[in-house]
């Protein structure tokens, strides 16, 4: 029995740091260097301390639950992420780093506090949208 071919994969010419780097490992690397500096963005910090109340459960290590805005249900602070109402959208060049940073670092009527669950839906039905526009 004959194995079959594998077509050629071609390969990715890296051209950023120091030829280590591909355009999407470069634009990839500068997204998440941004998403990291902004969790200490005072909007995001101010959206988390409106959104908790003192935790009064059984835990005496935990001092502070959060409340999802859409669901309304009372979470753990790592079952929760400050989300941003309108997408802040995608970062591939250098074209896009403007619009990027202006709608990620954005003040705090354009951000929720959501649980882990909601967040999940959100992003699922936002990235639905984005593929059904780009298919039209």
């Given at each position: 029995?004959?194995?079959?071919?594998?077509?050629?994969?071609?390969?990715?010419?890296?051209?950023?740091?120091?030829?280590?780097?591909?355009?999407?490992?470069?634009w990839g690397f500068i997204r998440a260097?941004?998403?990291?500096?902004?969790?200490?963005?005072?909007?995001?910090?101010?959206?988390?301390?409106?959104?908790?109340?003192?935790?009064?459960?059984?835990?005496?290590?935990?001092?502070?639950?959060?409340?999802?805005?859409?669901?309304?249900?009372?979470?753990?602070?790592?079952?929760?992420?400050?989300?941003?109402?309108?997408?802040?959208?995608?970062?591939?060049?250098?074209?896009?780093?403007?619009?990027?940073?202006?709608?990620?670092?954005?003040?705090?009527?354009?951000?929720?506090?959501?649980?882990?669950?909601?967040?999940?839906?959100?992003?699922q039905k936002e990235r639905n949208d984005?593929?059904?526009?780009?298919?039209?």
């Open positions: 029995m004959k194995k079959k071919k594998s077509p050629k994969k071609t390969k990715v010419v890296k051209t950023r740091n120091a030829g280590t780097m591909t355009e999407s490992a470069f260097s941004l998403r990291n500096r902004s969790r200490f963005w005072k909007p995001i910090l101010e959206t988390k301390k409106n959104a908790r109340r003192a935790y009064k459960g059984e835990n005496k290590r935990q001092k502070w639950e959060y409340q999802c805005n859409i669901c309304k249900n009372w979470f753990m602070d790592k079952e929760t992420s400050v989300d941003h109402i309108q997408p802040v959208g995608t970062l591939r060049g250098a074209q896009d780093l403007p619009e990027f940073v202006e709608n990620l670092f954005c003040e705090s009527n354009n951000l929720q506090l959501i649980c882990s669950s909601c967040h999940h839906l959100k992003t984005l593929s059904g526009k780009n298919n039209k």
